[in-house]
């Protein structure tokens, strides 16, 4: 079974302009979620979907969305971006509930 | 909101001496407790995880954990440690909301 995907894997962006990461989840798994991990903030949550439908909302400003299609695939955007927005995204996907969750690889985020 | 705490931000030990990481959490219901791990360069990948029934658990590589509901711990534990246990480990926490916190993160370096 092939795991989490998510594209791309770096991006570089300046100030101001906005960004779409995609995640692909693990054939079946119809929970993702988004994480921002940083080495001073370390994994913080930003949100998850469940059958197309964001089900839990981390304390992100409002620049930060994100949505899920039919077909289980999730796209985080972020807009305006912010020098402190460069970071890890990782996607992560879960079978359902409370489930346990499998990572992607991440997006590294830049911002200059 | 829940909330994970990881005592220790750098251990540093020998290959085979014990290892023991501390997690604590706060959160009054109902919980699923996880371990992951990030070896350099990977993604983040489950060790074990907790639900319910026996407290003490075993996971990959030799890893187990013990949940004491009473002090709100779940902490990891490995007997002898490998070289190739240097890794970072975040232990997690997943309540009634299926909102997965993570914990800041100790990072383990094994001296060959």
């Known amino acids: 079974k092939a795991g989490v995907t998510q594209t791309p894997r770096y991006l570089i962006k300046t100030r101001g302009q906005q960004v779409t990461l995609s995640c692909s989840p693990i054939s079946g798994h119809r929970s993702v979620s988004w994480y921002q991990q940083t080495p001073g903030q370390g994994l913080q949550f930003l949100f998850e979907?469940?059958?197309?439908?964001?089900?839990n909302k981390g304390n992100f400003p409002g620049r930060f969305s994100g949505r899920q299609f039919s077909n289980s695939r999730s796209e985080m955007n972020v807009s305006t971006l912010e020098l402190g927005d460069s970071a890890l995204y990782l996607c992560a996907s879960s079978l359902g509930w409370r489930d346990e969750q499998y990572f992607g690889p991440g997006t590294r985020l830049t911002v200059t | 909101a829940q909330s994970v705490s990881q005592h220790n931000h750098h251990v540093i030990l020998s290959e085979a001496a014990s290892l023991e990481l501390g997690c604590n959490y706060s959160y009054g219901g109902t919980v699923n407790l996880f371990w992951y791990v990030q070896y350099p360069g990977q993604h983040l990948q489950l060790l074990l995880k907790y639900f319910s029934g026996d407290p003490l658990v075993k996971g990959i590589k030799g890893f187990e954990a013990e949940f004491i509901k009473s002090k709100f711990s779940f902490n990891l534990r490995k007997p002898s440690v490998q070289w190739s246990d240097t890794a970072e480990y975040f232990c997690?926490?997943?309540?009634?909301?299926?909102?997965?916190?993570f914990g800041a993160g100790t990072r383990l370096t094994v001296k060959p």
């Open positions: 997690a926490v997943n309540g009634n909301n299926n909102d997965m916190r």
């Open positions: 979907y469940f059958s197309e439908t964001q089900r």
